[in-house]
């Protein structure tokens, strides 16, 4: 089975070494799609052996559709700069025979800061990321693309893990929910969501009960606090973003 791997980078110097090593005996073409570095992101993955070309950003989903157009096989196999592929999951790649109509899902183990995080409703983790090109893209531009799987599709899972170094720091994690909590707030604003003043607060006390407690957060120890409390905080201003929004609309 012929797979090229895709991925989408920006100043991920730090990451893209260890991702590319781990895709070498499972796909015979890597397409590395940069959005501006201003690291040595774009050398180190040409070192590597990868085909690099840069572009403007054109939201999530355009910029990860462009990038499979690139690739060379019809199977593509798309990763982030911050995962590799356990020797188990490059395994069970290698000795896969695909099957038409099918997307199979990677299991997806994340490191929060040096701890991997087994419960927090971050584990499991079912990814979709090994898809037939011609048939399956990618849709969703605000926060989080996902692709656009038919009915007919079957989907699924391989043994193995998806290795997926999220957070080096918290001080990270706040820089990048304050992101994902914008984008999310302008998302829900252009579906014409509206939200109470005591929702973002509600919202956020229940996100954090969740994550800690129905979600067994506590098990994970100092990441699993980290994650219930950046994730609360996330939640509160998100909605918080939104009724400004929402109130600058009227």
């Known amino acids: 089975m012929n797979i090229s791997a895709v991925i989408i980078t920006k100043d991920e110097a730090r990451n893209i070494e260890d991702c590319l090593r781990s895709l070498a005996s499972v796909c015979d073409d890597i397409v590395v799609v940069d959005t501006g570095s201003t690291d040595n992101t774009c050398e180190l993955a040409r070192q590597c052996g990868a085909r690099v070309e840069s572009i403007e950003w054109r939201g999530y989903s355009a910029s990860k559709n462009h990038a499979n157009s690139l690739a060379r096989n019809d199977w593509v196999l798309s990763i982030d700069a911050d995962e590799r592929l356990s020797g188990e999951l490059a395994d069970s790649i290698r000795a896969l025979e695909p099957r038409p109509n099918t997307v199979y899902q990677l299991d997806r183990f994340t490191n929060y800061c040096g701890h991997w995080v ?23 531009d605000f926060v989080h693309e ?26 990270e994690h706040v820089q990048r929910l304050q992101r994902y909590a914008e984008l999310s707030a302008q998302q829900m604003h252009a579906r014409g969501k509206r939200v109470s003043v005591l929702r973002p607060a509600v919202s956020a006390a229940f996100r954090f009960f969740s ?4 979600r067994q957060g506590w098990r994970d120890g100092w990441a699993g606090w980290q994650i219930s409390r950046l994730g609360a905080k996330e939640v509160f201003i998100k909605y918080k973003r939104l009724r400004s929004l929402n109130l600058n609309n009227i």
Do not use: C, M, N
């Open 146 to 171: 996902a692709l656009e799987i038919p009915a007919k599709v079957t989907q699924q899972k391989l043994q193995g893990r998806l290795l997926h170094y999220s957070y080096y720091s918290v001080e």
């Open 211 to 214: 994550t800690l407690v129905l």
């Open 118 to 140: 087994r419960f927090s409703g971050w584990y499991p983790e079912w990814k979709a990321r090994l898809f037939d090109r011609r048939y399956i893209a990618w849709e969703g």
